[in-house]
């Protein structure tokens, strides 16, 4: 069984700064690229960024200049650091992570953490 654990999420005031980590464990190889997504009221869920095992990222234009992404492969551990904080980022952010155990990869979420930026 494999889990994803988020945690880093909460209010903070616009301008602000918030750092959101997802460690995946359980019974399993490794992981390949992991990632956050974000989905806001009554919108789609949409990529934040994302990270492949060799370090190569992909930002949404949304948070390019604001938004960091790194992954800890030891740890098999993803961060997202997001700096100047608009009320519009106010969203559940879900973890996603391709894990690999012998041959075969599998693609999983966390439960998401609630993210809430006020004006």
């Known amino acids: 069984q494999v889990q994803l654990v988020e945690s880093g999420g909460g209010l903070v005031q616009a301008g602000g700064s918030l750092r959101l980590s997802c460690a995946a464990s359980?019974?399993?190889?490794?992981?390949?690229?992991m990632g956050w997504y974000r989905q806001a009221p009554g919108k789609q869920r949409e990529l934040v960024a994302r990270v492949t095992s060799g370090g190569r990222t992909q930002d949404a234009d949304s948070g390019k200049g604001r938004f960091t992404i790194t992954r800890d492969n030891a740890r098999n551990t993803v961060f997202l650091q997001m700096n100047s904080l608009k009320p519009e980022d106010t969203a559940v952010y879900y973890c996603?992570?391709?894990?690999?155990?012998?041959?075969?990869?599998?693609?999983?979420w966390g439960q998401g953490t609630q993210v809430t930026v006020s004006s």
């Open positions: 996603n992570a391709g894990v690999i155990s012998r041959i075969f990869e599998y693609d999983y």
């Open positions: 359980g019974s399993f190889t490794s992981t390949s690229a």
